[in-house]
C-alpha cells in the first residue's frame, strides 16, 4: 500500500482559517460505513443521529500554548520551539526551528530571560531535548509566553485561545486540540445526554505525529511518534459495560479511537490504563473498540486519513471527500467534520 494512494487535491480556499462563532453550526456530512450513502447536515442535529444507550468517547486532552519564541544567548539568532512531551520535570522533547542552531549545550532565552532552557540531547528531524530554568510556575509563564501551536496551514492570527479548545478539555499536556471535539457546546453536550447517550473521557495527549508527514512510499514503514493516554476506572466499566451488552461507542476523532484500540489490543477488554501508545492504524487494520466515528477532514497522504479509511474503506472515504470538497465543505482543524455512522444490527 502507498502513501501516494492517499492523496487528494484540494482546493486552497477550502483550508478553514478560522473557526465558526458558533461551534455546533458547522457542517456535518453523514456517511455509511458499509456503503456509499451520503446525507449532508448540521453539527447541531447530531443528537438525533445517535441513539438511547450509545456510549460518546471525547478526549479530555488539553492543548498547551506550546509554541515559543526565543532567542539563542550566544549568538542572538531567533529560534522557535514546540514542546511536544514532558519527559520529567523540567526537561521537555522538543521541535526546534532552526534545528541546525541547537546543539548540546546551546542556552535558549524566551521573554528576556523570564525562561531559559539548555539543549542537553539532539534528536532526528528537529528534535530537542531542553531543560528549562525559570523563577515561579511553568505553566503560568508558558500562558504568558507562549502561542497555541496552530498548523503551519492556518495564516490567520486565533482572536481567542479558547477556540483551539474543547469545551471539555481539562487534562493538560497537548501540543495539538484534537479537532473533531470542537464542533461541541455545553448546550449540544446536554442534549445528547437527555437522549440517553452516556459521554465518557479518555486523555490521549496530541504529539508529534500531528506534525509529522508520513515521508515514506511504502505506508507500512511509516513510525509512528509514541503518546501518552489514559483510561480512568469509570470510563473503563461504561466502555466494559457497553460492550458486553451490546450497545454503540462512538469515537470523537481518531485520537480517542487509538486510544480505545490500544487498550483492547493489549487487554482484550476495557480495563483503566495509562502508558504510551505508537499505534499506527491503516487499511487492512481490524477495529474492535468502536462502532461509529465522528471526525474532521484531514490532509492528503496523512496518518489520519488512513485511518478513517482503516474504518470505513477507502473506497468510501474518497467518495465522502469528493463530494465534500463539491458542495465546499471547510477542511482540516478549523473545518467541518464527517460522523461515519455504525453498521446496522
Known amino acids: 500500500m502507498k502513501t501516494a494512494d492517499f492523496d487528494y487535491e484540494l482546493p486552497p480556499g477550502l483550508i478553514a482559517q478560522t473557526p465558526l462563532s458558533d461551534r455546533q453550526e458547522s457542517r456535518l456530512l453523514v456517511c455509511e460505513r458499509d456503503g456509499f450513502g451520503i446525507t449532508h447536515d448540521r453539527f447541531s442535529h447530531l443528537p438525533a443521529l445517535l441513539q438511547e444507550g450509545d456510549v460518546l468517547v471525547v478526549n479530555d486532552t488539553r492543548v498547551l500554548p506550546a509554541r515559543l519564541t526565543g532567542i539563542k544567548k550566544e549568538t542572538g539568532a531567533v529560534i522557535e520551539i514546540l514542546l511536544l512531551r514532558q519527559e520529567e520535570g523540567d526537561l521537555w522533547e522538543v521541535l526546534a526551528k532552526p ?12 521573554g528576556d530571560g523570564l525562561l531559559e532552557a539548555i539543549c542537553i540531547a539532539t534528536g532526528e528531524e ?20 507562549g502561542e497555541m501551536p496552530l498548523p503551519p496551514y492556518i ?9 483551539y479548545q474543547t469545551v471539555y478539555a481539562k487534562v493538560v499536556g497537548s501540543a495539538a486540540a484534537p479537532t473533531a471535539g470542537l464542533h461541541f457546546t455545553p448546550s449540544l453536550l446536554d442534549e445528547i445526554r437527555a437522549r440517553g447517550v452516556e459521554v465518557a473521557a479518555i486523555t490521549l495527549h496530541v504529539g ?12 507500512a514503514t511509516h513510525k509512528m511518534h509514541s503518546e501518552f493516554y489514559r483510561v480512568g476506572e469509570a470510563t473503563a466499566r461504561t466502555l466494559e459495560s457497553a460492550r458486553r451488552e451490546g450497545r454503540r461507542i462512538i469515537a470523537v476523532g481518531t485520537t480517542t479511537t487509538r486510544t480505545l484500540e490500544t487498550i483492547l489490543a493489549a487487554n482484550g477488554r476495557f480495563v483503566a490504563a495509562s502508558g504510551w501508545t505508537d499505534i499506527f492504524i491503516y487499511p487492512g487494520f ?8 465522528i471526525t474532521n477532514f484531514h490532509l492528503p497522504k496523512s496518518t489520519l486519513l488512513m485511518l478513517v479509511s482503516a474504518f470505513a474503506s477507502k473506497a468510501i472515504i474518497m467518495n465522502a471527500y469528493a463530494a465534500a470538497i463539491a458542495e465546499r465543505y471547510r477542511f482540516f482543524s478549523f473545518g467541518d ?8 444490527r
Open 99 to 110: 534545528a541546525k542552531r541547537v546543539g548540546t549545550g546551546t542556552v535558549l532565552s524566551f
Open 155 to 163: 495564516h490567520e492570527k486565533l482572536a481567542d485561545r479558547e477556540r
Open 126 to 145: 528537529g528534535i530537542r531535548h531542553l531543560r528549562f530554568a525559570y523563577e515561579g510556575v511553568f505553566l503560568e509563564l508558558l500562558d504568558r509566553l
Open 208 to 219: 508529534l505525529g500531528t506534525f509529522r508527514p508520513v515521508a515514506v512510499e511504502d505506508v
Open 337 to 344: 467534520a464527517m460522523y461515519i455512522q455504525p453498521r446496522k
Open 286 to 293: 481490524t477495529f474492535c473498540a468502536i462502532d461509529g466515528l
